[in-house]
């Protein structure tokens, strides 16, 4: 896999936004957020190297941010890298912001104190991209553990492995998915709400395509509490597993990234008919079958590429948050990450 497609990933854990109090006591100037249109950097995360791809299951007033970059190998391999993120939006003055909290309550240190371990059990000397992290929150502790399932890379090609540290369990080790993995590449896996099918692209057409497959779980018995016991039982699993081509989203060229919130999927794709490399599209998920994806426009897409689009709903936000990474200029150098709101209704 060349260089071009290297991954940066994000991502937001389960919350929600904390809006700032309005003097006076009852109503506020604007009482839904909106996040701005225009696409923005994320400057204080990114570096003059690749920080890339993203992947985000939740977002709140403050989240862990876990993305892929070459940064701490001056431009080698790609490793995660953590930061914690908080997002505002005054209901007064409607100012939303997006930065690197470094001062956070003791709740926030502990409910998240893990993941630096869990980080440095993943990192090698290989690559690491599209990390998708599903939170375990424990009501008892008050501290999450994570069941992590990303995209490793060694002698160019790709492979979805996880690793899990919770309450009840905890892994020494990596281990690849190997109901999906084959000796070609898939990487980017992404799951449905109720997690009964991983989403991933692979090249065993010859092309990327975007795939599907049932995990096993099943999800009229999952609950808060059996969630990391019928995650981690799935991804152990050695039983081969159908795999289905999503046929209305693929096409004759590369298309990758998937990342699923709620009906919507957003990817990237370097078809005919774009702003030129890869762009994002978006498909929306009716009446059983996937639409006809859509470009997200000129607004978004650029003559470069846009790589690994994230998609979040936001409580008491009118639009979505989308993220994703770009190596188009104004940046700091390789591609970097940007966000913007959107609505797809």
Known sequence: MSIKNLSFYLLLLTSFIVFTACPGGYGYKYNHGKIPEEVTNFEEINSEFDDYNISAPFIRDEFPLIFSSNRNSQGAQFDYIYKLIAVNFDKETAEFSVYNEKKTSL????????????????????????????????????????????????????DIRFYYDTESFKSDTTFDVKWVNTGHNEGYPCFNRNYSKMFYCSDESGNFDIYEMPTGIDSTILQWNNLDTLLINSLNDT??????????????????????????????????????????????FIDGKWSKPVNMGEKINSPYDEYRPVLRKNRG?????????????????????????????
């Open 107 to 158: 709740d926030i240190v502990t409910r998240y104190s893990n993941i630096t371990s869990l980080l440095q059990k993943i990192n090698s000397p290989q690559n690491e991209y599209g990390p998708y992290l599903i939170e375990i929150y424990s009501k008892f502790s008050r501290k999450s553990g994570f069941v992590l399932v990303y995209t490793y890379e060694e002698n160019d090609n790709m």
């Open 317 to 345: 936000f009118e639009n979505d948050l989308l993220m994703f990474s770009s190596n188009r200029p104004g940046g700091k150098g390789g591609f970097d990450l940007y966000y913007t709101g959107v609505d797809f209704d």
């Open 239 to 284: 039983i081969s597993k159908q795999k289905n081509l999503l046929s209305e989203i693929s096409s004759s060229a590369d298309d990758k990234c998937p990342f699923i919130d709620f009906d919507v999927m957003v990817f990237t794709s370097d078809r005919e008919g774009g702003y030129g490399g890869y762009d994002l599209y978006y498909s929306k």
